[in-house]
């Protein structure tokens, strides 16, 4: 974010080894998954794409700027992840002060090509650091939200599209080439931009971009249809109990190129060098008449350099975004009727029925140890906090020594008393992993149990490898309204040579 100078470029783009293979869409009737709900964002996911952008910084002199190799390689990761999503990608090259930029722009298949929503955040760092909080944290935010799109197959009414810029910090170069070169008439599809930088500062605000200069900050509203934008990350924010501020289109990130082309824009802002104050510091937490982010531009801007809260906000209010804006769903998020993040033991009780066959690995709650074999299987970092539902959650002496054996094992939620109106959605998070011996026969499966008992969700296994990577699921399970009900998680091993892990995380109940 911001400005500085630099260097020569790399050469051609390598392919970049995903992080892990996209999830499967879920299947199960008759449950129905509701693709226009807003799923959960893991921060985990996010902060492993932070983890990999500091990796790159530190293999490569320290910073990822324009020009220099680190740059090209961040665009090879993220470009590595969304080509094994399914998306359709192009690297956009462009000269600025002696050296190659480039830009990565990322489509999504389906929607109307006339009525594009475009998000996007720049890529790059100043040569001082490695640039995690600006911009790995908005960079690693919408890319999490893509594959979400992703793993979910989300349907779309409008086009979506997403893009990493090059050379921000040398004034917007990268954002600024690309819609200049797009012609008039292309320019005309994108009907709005939303922009991510600095979405994690360690001091952190909340901030939305002021559309209709509503909160009187700055220079004035941006281009109609930018507050439409605005009361939209506003009411992502509103549900979940968290105050925000408007901050001015000031020209400093890379909607600067989008507003000046009548594109609307939005998007959210953590903070930058400017300071607290104690007003803020009562609203938000943090610390007043210190800077929002210390390090910004400076070599400490690492990935201890993160609000994980911040950061985990704001991804989710880009999900809520993305689902609300290219679904054409104007359905806010809803009062929580019923959740559990399973920090504390809540009363979920294993092999309710006494019917399990499961040898080893049956679900716990548990604080989970990681385990691999040439894929992530068992993961050791849940979705929030430190515990989670868990096929054994163990390590053991090998990657099979507390995976699923010998059949079905089960865990069951206390009662649930649902409200007898409303549109109810079930949410969690969930994985499932297994090795290239599994088959068919094996799954994980979720079930609604009241006075009749719904398979809402199943994730079938297959004979290949499939490394474990937490994905969202929302349920419609409207039809147990007024009702008193469980929730049953199964996980299966067939009874063959399987290797199986499963886990699921952040279970709630939603009333819209």
């Given at each position: 974010?911001?400005?500085?100078?630099?260097?020569?470029?790399?050469?051609?783009?390598?392919?970049?080894?995903?992080?892990?293979?996209?999830?499967?869409?879920?299947?199960?009737?008759?449950?129905?998954?509701?693709?226009?709900?807003?799923?959960?964002?893991?921060?985990?996911?996010?902060?492993?794409?932070?983890?990999?952008?500091?990796?790159?910084?530190?293999?490569?002199?320290?910073?990822?700027?324009?020009?220099?190799?680190?740059?090209?390689?961040?665009?090879?990761?993220?470009?590595?992840?969304?080509?094994?999503?399914?998306?359709?990608?192009?690297?956009?090259?462009?000269?600025?002060?002696?050296?190659?930029?480039?830009?990565?722009?990322?489509?999504?298949?389906?929607?109307?090509?006339?009525?594009?929503?475009?998000?996007?955040?720049?890529?790059?760092?100043?040569?001082?650091?490695?640039?995690?909080?600006?911009?790995?944290?908005?960079?690693?935010?919408?890319?999490?939200?893509?594959?979400?799109?992703?793993?979910?197959?989300?349907?779309?009414?409008?086009?979506?599209?997403?893009?990493?810029?090059?050379?921000?910090?040398?004034?917007?170069?990268?954002?600024?080439?690309?819609?200049?070169?797009?012609?008039?008439?292309?320019?005309?599809?994108?009907?709005?931009?939303?922009?991510?930088?600095?979405?994690?500062?360690?001091?952190?605000?909340?901030?939305?971009?002021?559309?209709?200069?509503?909160?009187?900050?700055?220079?004035?509203?941006?281009?109609?249809?930018?507050?439409?934008?605005?009361?939209?990350?506003?009411?992502?924010?509103?549900?979940?109990?968290?105050?925000?501020?408007?901050?001015?289109?000031?020209?400093?990130?890379?909607?600067?190129?989008?507003?000046?082309?009548?594109?609307?824009?939005?998007?959210?802002?953590?903070?930058?060098?400017?300071?607290?104050?104690?007003?803020?510091?009562?609203?938000?937490?943090?610390?007043?008449?210190?800077?929002?982010?210390?390090?910004?531009?400076?070599?400490?801007?690492?990935?201890?350099?993160?609000?994980?809260?911040?950061?985990?906000?704001?991804?989710?209010?880009?999900?809520?975004?993305v689902w609300t804006l290219a679904t054409g769903t104007t359905t806010p998020p809803?009062?929580?009727?019923?959740?559990?993040?399973?920090?504390?033991?809540?009363?979920w009780t294993a092999n309710p029925s006494g019917t399990d066959t499961a040898t080893?690995?049956?679900?716990?709650?548990?604080?989970?140890?990681?385990?691999?074999?040439?894929?992530?299987?068992?993961?050791?970092?849940?979705?929030?906090?430190?515990?989670?539902?868990?096929?054994?959650?163990?390590?053991?002496?090998?990657?099979?020594?507390?995976?699923?054996?010998?059949?079905?094992?089960?865990?069951?939620?206390?009662?649930?008393?649902?409200?007898?109106?409303?549109?109810?959605?079930?949410?969690f998070s969930w994985y499932l992993a297994h090795l290239n011996n599994a088959t068919?026969?094996?799954?994980?499966?979720?079930?609604?149990?009241?006075?009749?008992?719904?398979?809402?969700?199943?994730?079938?296994?297959?004979?290949?490898?499939?490394?474990?990577?937490?994905?969202?699921?929302?349920?419609?399970?409207?039809?147990?309204?007024?009702?008193?009900?469980?929730?049953?998680?199964?996980?299966?091993?067939?009874?063959?040579?399987?290797?199986?892990?499963?886990?699921?995380?952040?279970?709630?109940?939603?009333?819209?």
């Amino acid at each position: 974010m911001k400005t500085s100078r630099l260097l020569t470029a790399a050469a051609a783009l390598v392919a970049a080894v995903p992080l892990a293979a996209a999830a499967s869409p879920a299947s199960g009737a008759p449950g129905k998954i509701l693709l226009a709900a807003a799923p959960n964002i893991s921060v985990t996911n996010v902060k492993a794409h932070l983890s990999q952008l500091q990796s790159i910084a530190t293999a490569n002199g320290g910073n990822r700027a324009h020009g220099r190799p680190g740059y090209l390689a961040s665009v090879n990761y993220v470009k590595g992840q969304l080509d094994a999503a399914g998306y359709t990608t192009v690297v956009q090259s462009f000269t600025y002060n002696g050296a190659t930029g480039y830009n990565l722009i990322a489509d999504w298949p389906g929607g109307d090509p006339n009525d594009v929503l475009m998000l996007g955040s720049h890529l790059d760092s100043v040569t001082a650091g490695p640039g995690i909080n600006d911009n790995g944290s908005g960079s690693s935010a919408i890319l999490e939200v893509a594959l979400e799109v992703a793993r979910q197959q989300l349907t779309t009414t409008k086009h979506l599209r997403f893009g990493w810029w090059g050379a921000e910090e040398l004034g917007l170069r990268g954002s600024a080439y690309y819609v200049n070169n797009l012609g008039a008439t292309e320019r005309s599809k994108i009907k709005a931009y939303l922009n991510f930088d600095m979405v994690g500062s360690p001091n952190p605000g909340y901030f939305i971009y002021d559309g209709d200069n509503s909160d009187g900050v700055g220079s004035g509203p941006g281009p109609a249809g930018s507050a439409a934008l605005e009361r939209v990350l506003q009411d992502y924010f509103v549900s979940i109990g968290v105050p925000t501020e408007g901050t001015d289109f000031d020209g400093r990130s890379d909607y600067g190129p989008f507003i000046n082309a009548g594109i609307p824009a939005g998007g959210t802002f953590t903070g930058a060098e400017g300071r607290k104050t104690a007003a803020q510091a009562s609203k938000w937490g943090g610390a007043s008449g210190t800077a929002f982010d210390r390090c910004y531009h400076s070599s400490c801007d690492t990935t201890a350099n993160i609000d994980d809260t911040a950061l985990d906000r704001n991804a989710d209010a880009i999900a809520y975004a993305v689902w609300t804006l290219a679904t054409g769903t104007t359905t806010p998020p809803g009062t929580t009727v019923w959740s559990d993040t399973f920090e504390t033991a809540t009363g979920w009780t294993a092999n309710p029925s006494g019917t399990d066959t499961a040898t080893s690995g049956t679900f716990e709650r548990g604080d989970p140890a990681a385990t691999s074999s040439g894929v992530a299987l068992q993961l050791g970092t849940t979705v929030s906090g430190s515990y989670d539902l868990v096929t054994g959650a163990a390590a053991g002496s090998s990657a099979g020594a507390n995976d699923v054996d010998g059949g079905l094992t089960s865990i069951r939620s206390p009662a649930i008393t649902l409200p007898s109106a409303g549109t109810l959605t079930l949410r969690f998070s969930w994985y499932l992993a297994h090795l290239n011996n599994a088959t068919s026969a094996d799954f994980l499966r979720v079930r609604v149990v009241g006075a009749t008992t719904t398979t809402v969700f199943t994730q079938a296994a297959a004979a290949s490898d499939r490394a474990g990577a937490w994905a969202s699921a929302s349920v419609d399970i409207s039809s147990y309204a007024g009702q008193s009900v469980r929730i049953l998680v199964e996980a299966n091993d067939s009874g063959t040579a399987s290797l199986v892990e499963a886990g699921v995380d952040d279970v709630s109940i939603v009333r819209s």
